[in-house]
């Protein structure tokens, strides 16, 4: 057997495998899909895929009588509100930690590692208590509601993203700009906004797309800060949408799997190479 | 330039400081402080300091055998995970990376797709797909002949080794129990304890390779391909290349990636909650079956109301975890960057 035999055999293997493996990894997407275009009746009852039926009634009631444009609605409203906060203090903080010396910085930058060691959990507890004081503080303004959420957000997000601001500057933005800036007569202030924030584009547009997705897809917050049904976001309602109510909910839950994803699929498969490329150096430079 | 020292990069850094300490370092420390306390529902308004009597509790012997099974499940579970989704990533990146290979870029992009969805979505949807009796899973199953019967097989032969370690370990009062395979083929994929432990794991595996491969890829791309050359000169096969070349060579870059991977399985509470809530129920315990000390935890606090007790549950998870982080902070150089 000459060599290119061998490798043309060893190439369709490859594929074969590969599309094995995809179809195997996909099957739980393809099921999800189906089941949202079915009706709920015939969903449990015929046990073969009929594609004559298939109709995207489950997605007009969903919209209809749910709640769930309430819920994408709420949590687009506390994702950017906190991303939005939570890019502004560390644009400013990142800048004055990167270019400027004073006291307590190194103190500073140490403790923002640090505390990104804590893990959620440690701090829920408190959060719930801590909101339980802002609420009767603010009278209901800051409490168990979607400004309590973007609160916790907002901080909670800041000290990974500082870090990377930083890095940023540190690394991507000549110092010789703001000093020419300072001999045409620029104040510290006027350099950072006019100078500095306009080059910083491409690394706050990856800090609000990951901290938005971050927030958009986390529960554990919204599960223990939201009370009020009116208030929850996407992960909390689903949730109960589903639980307990299965038989009854699935198809329409499909359809909400599917539309509460494609935001996010969407931005990041059009975004892969850009976002896996910074997530995985961030991940291997730890 | 100043010599006098300044105040305004305080201006500067203050919102973001301000809201590091209102809203991490305060509460952190807090839970800290309330771990010592009775804090629950019964003590909501006035409690007080109890010294480790939580702790005590933990460790205590009413509490001490749920602490250490939930405890020993949480290192299997994470150990498992990362191991899977490590070994599954690297297998596909090693394909995906062949030279020369058609469409890499398009099976990549489909098999990102579990990563890509949210994972409460994903999480929550496989509770759908395993259900007992209408799930997609058992209906698969049901639906290709000699499944079933592969299954029973399977599942007869663990149970085998399970008895054999139960009779064996019987001295140390260690037992795990048996799978149970209905007579219908439905398996009870989230309400009997080892199933359940089964179904986590394998969403996770879902969940997780996906991000094990990508990083793969990055690493396996970094190898400079002389390596590769120069050992084929040699007449090393691809066996020995991966061995001798690959793996030392991702050591370094991955190393890092697996620490950090094996915290977060530690902390997974969306991929246990969503998907079982810790269940199902174990008889004698707070804890469910599947519940990891994170998902105890936050049962503790937020279904028990019992805040002290989980707030110690909460410092106990950080000292595991921190000392891990530290281990890796060490290992990658992070402090020395300032």
């Given at each position: 057997m000459n060599k290119k035999t061998k490798d043309t055999i060893f190439n369709v293997i490859t594929h074969l495998i590969l599309v094995g493996v995809t179809v195997a990894v996909l099957m739980p997407v393809f099921w999800i899909v189906n089941a949202s275009l079915q009706d709920v009746g015939n969903m449990f009852s015929g046990q073969n895929v009929d594609f004559s039926k298939m109709s995207f009634g489950n997605y007009a009631e969903l919209l209809a009588e749910s709640d769930f444009l309430l819920w994408i609605k709420n949590s687009f409203i506390v994702c950017g509100t906190s991303t939005l906060f939570c890019l502004m203090c560390t644009c400013i903080a990142g800048y004055a930690f990167s270019r400027f010396r004073f006291v307590g910085k190194k103190q500073g930058?140490?403790?923002?590692?640090?505390?990104?060691?804590?893990?959620?959990?440690?701090?829920?507890?408190?959060?719930?208590?801590?909101?339980?004081?802002?609420?009767?503080?603010?009278?209901?303004?800051?409490?168990?509601?979607?400004?309590?959420?973007?609160?916790?957000?907002?901080?909670?997000?800041?000290?990974?993203?500082?870090?990377?601001?930083?890095?940023?500057?540190?690394?991507?933005?000549?110092?010789?700009?703001?000093?020419?800036?300072?001999?045409?007569?620029?104040?510290?202030?006027?350099?950072?906004?006019?100078?500095?924030?306009?080059?910083?584009?491409?690394?706050?547009?990856?800090?609000?797309?990951?901290?938005?997705?971050?927030?958009?897809?986390?529960?554990?917050?919204?599960?223990?800060?939201?009370?009020?049904?009116?208030?929850?976001?996407?992960?909390?309602?689903?949730?109960?949408?589903?639980?307990?109510?299965?038989?009854?909910?699935?198809?329409?839950?499909?359809?909400?799997?599917?539309?509460?994803?494609?935001?996010?699929?969407?931005?990041?498969?059009?975004?892969?190479?850009?976002?896996?490329?910074?997530?995985?150096?961030?991940?291997?430079?730890? | 330039m100043n010599k006098k020292c300044d105040i305004y990069p305080y201006f500067y850094i203050a919102p973001a400081v301000f809201f590091v300490f209102l809203i991490v370092l305060f509460p952190n420390i807090y839970s800290v402080v309330l771990s010592f306390t009775n804090y629950s529902l019964f003590h909501f308004e006035h409690y007080d300091f109890v010294g480790l009597k939580n702790y005590a509790k933990i460790l205590g012997s009413a509490e001490v055998k749920t602490f250490l099974s939930v405890f020993w499940w949480t290192l299997v579970w994470s150990f498992c995970s990362v191991f899977g989704q490590f070994v599954i990533g690297l297998a596909l990146a090693l394909v995906l990376n062949k030279k020369g290979l058609k469409g890499s870029n398009f099976y990549r992009t489909l098999l990102i797709i579990p990563?890509?969805?949210?994972?409460?979505?994903?999480?929550?949807?496989?509770?759908?797909?395993?259900?007992?009796?209408?799930?997609?899973?058992?209906?698969?199953?049901?639906?290709?002949?000699?499944?079933?019967?592969?299954?029973?097989?399977?599942?007869?032969?663990?149970?085998?080794?399970?008895?054999?370690?139960?009779?064996?370990?019987?001295?140390?009062?260690?037992?795990?129990?048996?799978?149970?395979?209905?007579?219908?083929?439905?398996?009870?994929?989230?309400?009997?304890?080892?199933?359940?432990?089964?179904?986590?794991?394998?969403?996770?595996?879902?969940?997780?390779?996906?991000?094990?491969?990508?990083?793969?890829?990055?690493?396996?791309?970094?190898?400079?391909?002389?390596?590769?050359?120069?050992?084929?000169?040699?007449?090393?096969?691809?066996?020995?290349?991966?061995?001798?070349?690959?793996?030392?060579?991702?050591?370094?870059?991955?190393?890092?990636?697996?620490?950090?991977?094996?915290?977060?399985?530690?902390?997974?509470?969306?991929?246990?909650?969503?998907?079982?809530?810790?269940?199902?129920?174990?008889?004698?315990?707070?804890?469910?079956?599947?519940?990891?000390?994170?998902?105890y935890t936050y049962k503790l606090a937020f279904n028990l109301s019992q805040y002290g007790l989980a707030c110690s549950y909460a410092v106990l998870i950080f000292l595991l975890i921190g000392s891990l982080s530290a281990i890796n902070f060490k290992a990658t150089g992070a402090f020395k960057e300032n």
């Open positions: 930058l140490m403790m923002m590692i640090i505390i990104q060691m804590f893990p959620a959990t440690m701090a829920m507890v408190a959060l719930y208590k801590l909101l339980n004081v802002f609420d009767v503080a603010t009278g209901g303004f800051i409490g168990f509601n979607l400004a309590g959420l973007i609160l916790i957000y907002t901080g909670a997000n800041i000290p990974f993203n500082m870090w990377l601001i930083k890095g940023y500057i540190d690394g991507s933005v000549p110092k010789e700009l703001e000093e020419s800036a300072y001999m045409d007569g620029a104040t510290k202030w006027q350099a950072f906004v006019k100078i500095v924030l306009p080059i910083m584009g491409p690394i706050m547009a990856v800090i609000a797309i990951f901290t938005f997705i971050g927030s958009y897809n986390d529960f554990l917050i919204p599960s223990i800060v939201l009370q009020d049904s009116s208030q929850y976001t996407l992960a909390v309602g689903l949730r109960g949408f589903i639980s307990g109510k299965f038989s009854m909910n699935w198809t329409q839950f499909a359809a909400a799997s599917v539309l509460g994803s494609l935001p996010i699929l969407v931005v990041f498969l059009s975004l892969q190479k850009f976002l896996v490329e910074g997530l995985t150096k961030g991940a291997v430079k730890g | 990563w890509a969805v949210p994972s409460f979505i994903t999480v929550l949807m496989w509770t759908g797909l395993l259900n007992t009796d209408y799930g997609s899973i058992n209906n698969m199953i049901s639906h290709i002949p000699f499944l079933t019967p592969c299954i029973t097989f399977l599942v007869n032969l663990i149970n085998g080794f399970v008895n054999i370690f139960n009779t064996v370990f019987s001295f140390l009062g260690l037992s795990l129990s048996p799978f149970v395979m209905p007579a219908n083929g439905m398996i009870p994929w989230l309400t009997d304890g080892p199933w359940a432990k089964t179904a986590v794991l394998v969403v996770n595996l879902w969940l997780g390779f996906p991000y094990m491969m990508s990083i793969s890829l990055g690493a396996l791309q970094g190898i400079s391909s002389e390596l590769y050359e120069a050992s084929s000169l040699d007449g090393a096969s691809k066996i020995t290349q991966f061995f001798k070349i690959t793996l030392p060579q991702l050591r370094s870059s991955m190393l890092p990636v697996l620490i950090t991977s094996f915290s977060f399985s530690f902390n997974n509470f969306v991929g246990i909650y969503l998907l079982t809530a810790g269940g199902p129920a174990v008889g004698g315990s707070q804890a469910g079956s599947t519940d990891i000390l994170v998902s």
